[in-house]
C-alpha cells in the first residue's frame, strides 16, 4: 500500500513541473553567481586603476572621488543569495553598481585629457580590461535575465505552478532599466 502511494506521490511530483522548478532555480543561482564574479572582477580592478591614475598629478581628485567612494559602497552592501529574491534588494544592488558603472564611465573619459596618462602603459592595460569586463558584465546580467524569464515561466505556467508552491517558489525580479533620463546622454562636470 506505501510502494503505491510512493508511486502515486512520484508520478503526481513529475507531472507538476516539481524537478522542472529545482532546474531553473538552480539555473536562476549558477547566473547570479556569474553575475557576481564579473561585479567583482571590476571591483577588484579599480584600487589598480586609482593607484595609477594618482599618478598623474594634476588629475582631477573629485572624479577619481566618486570612484573611490561609489566602490567602498558597493564594499558595505550584504549580497548573499537571497538578493534574488527580494525586490528591494535586487534594486538597491543594480544602483549601487550602476553609480560605479557611471563613475567609472566619467573617470575614463576625463582621463582621455590627460596625454601623460593615456600613455602610461599601465593604464591602458586597465583601460582594456575594464572595458572588456564591462562586456562580460553586460553579458552575465544578459544571461541572468533570460534564466530568470525561463524560471518565471515554470513558476507561473500549469501543472509547474503546482511544483512551484510545493517548494516554496515565487515569481523572481530581474534586472531593469532606469527609465529616468534614459533619452538623454549623462553629462559630465568638467
Known amino acids: ?17 516539481y524537478n522542472e522548478v529545482i532546474d531553473q532555480d538552480e539555473n536562476v543561482k549558477a547566473a547570479w553567481s556569474e553575475v557576481q564574479n564579473q561585479y ?21 581628485s573629485g572624479t577619481l572621488q566618486k570612484v573611490v567612494e561609489a566602490r567602498a559602497s558597493i564594499g558595505k552592501m550584504q549580497v548573499d543569495s537571497s538578493i534574488i529574491d527580494d525586490p528591494q534588494k535586487l534594486k538597491a544592488f543594480e544602483q549601487a553598481q550602476g553609480q560605479l558603472g557611471g563613475a567609472l564611465s566619467r573617470l575614463l573619459v576625463v582621463a582621455e585629457r590627460y596625454p601623460e596618462l593615456k600613455a602610461n602603459q599601465n593604464y591602458r592595460d586597465l583601460q582594456a580590461q575594464i572595458e572588456g569586463t564591462e562586456n562580460r558584465i553586460t553579458v552575465a546580467r544578459k544571461r541572468y535575465i ?19 508552491s510545493m517548494r516554496g517558489k515565487k515569481e523572481r525580479p530581474s534586472f531593469s532599466v532606469d527609465q529616468s533620463g534614459i533619452d538623454q546622454p549623462p553629462e559630465l562636470d568638467l
Open 1 to 17: 500500500m506505501s510502494l503505491g502511494l510512493l508511486l502515486l506521490v512520484g508520478l503526481h511530483s513529475a507531472g507538476c513541473g
Open 40 to 60: 567583482k572582477r571590476r571591483a577588484d580592478l579599480i584600487p589598480n586603476l586609482v593607484k595609477v591614475v594618482k599618478g598623474a598629478a594634476d588629475f582631477e
Open 146 to 164: 533570460d534564466t530568470v524569464a525561463e524560471y518565471n515561466k515554470v513558476v507561473l505556467r500549469f501543472p509547474s505552478s503546482i511544483g512551484a
